[in-house]
């Protein structure tokens, strides 16, 4: 099977990732619940982690590298747990339903005011619409780094100035872009990172967190045991066991670990240009083959996504196709990302993502961009 639905999941891990998984289920305890050898892994496994994951992201405060079960609960504890009443959130049309739903369950239950920036047809978004919607209220922007539907990449350093300069608070969710373009919390002026373990950054399901800059509070989304102040009534003040209850998921930090170190040694930059390589001479291969839709701007920074249509199908149709007679797997449908298909026009026959990874090859692009042609010239 040519495996091309990155974008929802690395099929391909590096094999450390699993030798480490393997290791911390043969020797790792209980983090922070107790002094025995078991334990003290688990706990050297945890924070090893926090501190490779707080230098990736050019983070100063490593325990607030806060663990979860991935970027859907990271971006449901900081949106239902940051905000008060009458605040006022912008986020955009483009954004995953992991941003969407919890924002409109606030919105519902009239404890925010919510605006929506649209997009155009590539589905870009304006900085000039953005800040427009700015008021006195305004909290926060809740912003995705990259389109899981289209590949592009919002500028974040820009809407991370126009933060800085309305003293409101930017959120993102760096689920399609963690491990592939570099991200910098510092430069970009970022408050909250949300971010899974699964995609970019190769490390197993199960895996992913927030990172939370020391002036933010949380309310947290779970409360349970901390392994610290066991006796007092409510979930502990400190980070990161404010927003970590209950047992983590020590297997997965652990395969998490090795993943992000196997992303240093060999360079987002570097990692993030072969994929993008990819996704572009599949973009060249097929842009002119007759009733080919493509979706996006391919003109500007973009993650290894490319999303198309063939005229008179619709989206599952093709996916099917790719799959039985060429055995390629993509992803068709609304991607979770219902605005963003809003915006496309293509709410009817949603699209069919093909998405590179590190370990995909050119020889991969050629065989996925022929499989294209033969289904949309016959």
């Known amino acids: 099977m040519l495996y091309l639905d990155n974008a929802a999941t690395t099929l391909q891990k590096p094999s450390c990732v699993i030798d480490a998984m393997v290791e911390a289920m043969n020797r790792a305890g209980n983090a922070a619940r107790g002094v025995n050898a078991a334990s003290l892994c688990a706990a050297r496994v945890v924070t090893e982690a926090r501190q490779e994951l707080a230098d990736l992201f050019d983070f100063p405060t490593p325990n607030r590298v806060c663990f979860t079960c991935n970027a859907t609960e990271a971006l449901n504890t900081v949106i239902k747990g940051f905000f008060r009443p009458g605040d006022h959130v912008i986020t955009t049309a483009m954004?995953?339903?992991?941003?969407?739903?919890?924002?409109?369950?606030?919105?519902?239950?009239?404890?925010?005011?919510?605006?929506v920036v649209v997009a155009d047809g590539k589905g870009r978004i304006s900085y000039e619409d953005l800040e427009q919607e700015i008021g006195v209220r305004t909290r926060a922007i809740v912003i995705q780094h990259a389109s899981n539907v289209t590949g592009n990449v919002n500028d974040l350093e820009r809407v991370g100035e126009i933060c800085r300069r309305k003293n409101i608070v930017l959120i993102v969710d760096?689920?399609?872009?963690?491990?592939?373009?570099?991200?910098?919390?510092?430069?970009?002026?970022?408050?909250?990172?949300?971010?899974?373990?699964?995609?970019?950054?190769?490390?197993?399901?199960?895996?992913?967190g927030l990172l939370v800059r020391e002036d933010i509070e949380i309310h947290p989304l779970k409360e349970g045991g901390s392994g610290i102040h066991s006796y007092d009534k409510r979930q502990p003040k400190d980070y990161p066991e404010h927003l970590e209850a209950g047992t983590l998921n020590t297997h997965g930090i652990a395969g998490l670990l090795a993943a992000v170190r196997f992303l240093k040694d060999i360079g987002v930059e570097q990692?993030?240009?072969?994929e993008t390589a990819l996704a572009h001479a599949f973009y060249e291969l097929i842009r002119d083959i007759p009733n080919i839709k493509i979706y996006g701007?391919?003109?500007?920074?973009r993650t290894a996504v490319v999303?198309?249509?063939?005229?008179?199908?619709?989206?599952?149709?093709?996916?099917?196709e790719l799959m039985e007679r060429f055995e390629i797997a993509t992803r068709s449908g609304a991607h979770c990302a219902p605005l963003a298909h809003q915006a496309?026009?293509?709410?009817?026959?949603?699209?069919?993502?093909?998405?590179?990874?590190?370990?995909?090859?050119?020889?991969?692009?050629?065989?996925?961009?022929?499989?294209?042609?033969?289904?949309?010239?016959?």
């Open 174 to 208: 760096a689920a399609q872009t963690a491990g592939c373009i570099p991200i910098s919390m510092k430069k970009m002026n970022i408050a909250v990172l949300c971010f899974t373990g699964h995609k970019g950054l190769l490390g197993p399901q199960g895996t992913g």
């Open 95 to 115: 954004e995953h339903n992991s941003v969407l739903r919890p924002l409109a369950c606030l919105q519902d239950e009239g404890r925010i005011s919510l605006s």
């Open 297 to 301: 701007d391919f003109e500007g920074i």
């Open 307 to 320: 999303s198309i249509n063939i005229e008179g199908y619709e989206s599952g149709e093709v996916a099917d």
């Open 271 to 274: 990692i993030g240009s072969h």
């Open 344 to 378: 496309l026009g293509t709410v009817d026959i949603g699209a069919v993502r093909f998405s590179f990874s590190y370990f995909n090859t050119m020889e991969d692009a050629r065989a996925a961009a022929e499989a294209v042609r033969l289904l949309a010239t016959e």
